[in-house]
């Protein structure tokens, strides 16, 4: 952890736990299309437009402009109705990122809606704990894309070596690796090996896990 200044964190999966929330918001949405969908952990990480072109162009029906803008409204509804009625934060979300604030910047760069970043703000308390965050529609290519990741870094005024990036899917893992930005991943989506397979230089358990591991190696 030398010379680590600011810690980057994805928010799903991570902060809020979120994934099976996600994962029944799409498959309602395939169910309504009459396709299916593939296990939530191959998009994880991905911007809904993405998740969705993604799906779609399996089954040879790519959507139009329209058509996919729809569909991303009604995932991201879905998603944000059951996200609302009881967000599932990371246990002691709040007092864990306070830990690391103590010592280091930290940045939220989701892939997320601006509306479900919002949410978590809210509901964990920690909005003020973080000096950059950005939603997945602020750039304009998603994970596994490098794009969210450099502009995390251009927002704290952070080299790559400077910064770390905790990140569940290997989607997120990817993205931050071609951003040149070490990467400590949750085992919460994907399992350690793939994680590891990504480019991963550690894998926590827990977000209660990543703290300690962060802190020991400080």
């Known amino acids: 952890m030398e010379g680590i200044a600011a810690i980057i964190f994805d928010m799903d999966g991570v902060l809020l736990l979120s994934s099976r929330i996600h994962a029944r918001a799409f498959a309602r949405v395939y169910q309504e299309l ?9 998009i994880a990480g991905m911007r809904t437009d993405e998740a969705l ?18 569909l991303v409204a009604r995932k991201r509804d879905l998603a944000h109705a059951l996200l609302a009625s009881e967000p599932p934060l990371a246990p002691d979300c709040r007092a864990q990122l306070a830990r690391l604030r103590g010592r280091f910047r930290l940045a939220l760069a989701s892939s997320a809606s601006e509306r479900n970043v919002a949410l978590f703000l809210a509901a964990s308390g920690a909005a003020e704990l973080f000096d950059v965050v950005i939603a997945g529609d602020a750039v304009a290519r998603a994970k596994p894309e490098p794009d969210i990741y450099l502009a995390a870094l251009k927002a704290l005024g952070c080299p790559p070596a400077g910064a770390l990036v905790v990140e ?28 590891l397979a990504a480019g991963a230089w550690q894998v926590a358990a827990s977000l209660a896990d990543l703290v300690r591991l962060v802190l020991s190696h400080g």
Do not use: F, M
């Open 53 to 70: 072109r993604y799906v779609l162009a399996r089954h040879g029906t790519p959507a139009g402009a329209g058509q996919l803008a729809a």
């Open 34 to 42: 009459g396709v299916k969908g593939p296990p939530y952990r191959e």
């Open 168 to 195: 569940d899917a290997v989607n997120g893992v990817v993205a931050a690796r071609r951003a040149g930005i070490r990467v400590v991943g949750i085992s919460s989506t994907h399992a350690a090996e793939e994680l």
